[in-house]
Nanobody, 120 residues
Framework: QVQLVESGGGLVQPGGSLRLSCAAS????????MNWYRQAPGKQRELVAS???????IYEDFVKGRFTISRDNAKNTVYLEMNLLTPEDTAVYYC??????????????WGQGTQVTVSS
């Protein structure tokens, strides 16, 4: 089992920055990848960025170099640093851990989500 606790959301003005954190606990060694998703009202949940166990990072195109995903293994924490935020970035942001199971089939664990609101 993996538990995820997110923090760092809040209200920020357009052009501002915010750093989200996701602290993992439980079967840390089973985690294959950490992912950030977001879901805006009336829209589908979408992937923002992923960081795999071996250090591979992918970003969705809409990030446009503004976001950075990183991790601190000593703290079992993954971060999403967001810069040049726009109102279109307003959403609930979720972290998800892709973990191995006893059958070696990946299974995703989800955090509770943290609200990010970009508004003047």
């Amino acid at each position: 089992q993996v538990q995820l606790v997110e923090s760092g959301g809040g209200l920020v003005q357009p052009g501002g920055s915010l750093r989200l954190s996701c602290a993992a606990s439980g079967s840390i060694s089973s985690i294959y990848a950490m992912n950030w998703y977001r879901q805006a009202p009336g829209k589908q949940r979408e992937l923002v960025a992923s960081l795999t166990r071996d250090g591979n990072i992918i970003y969705e195109d809409f990030v446009k170099g503004r976001f950075t995903i990183s991790r601190d293994n000593a703290k079992n924490t993954v971060y999403l640093e967001m810069n040049l935020l726009t109102p279109e970035d307003t959403a609930v942001y979720y972290c998800a851990a892709t973990a191995e199971t006893v059958t070696q089939i990946p299974f995703d664990y989800w955090g509770q989500g943290t609200q990010v609101t970009v508004s003047s």
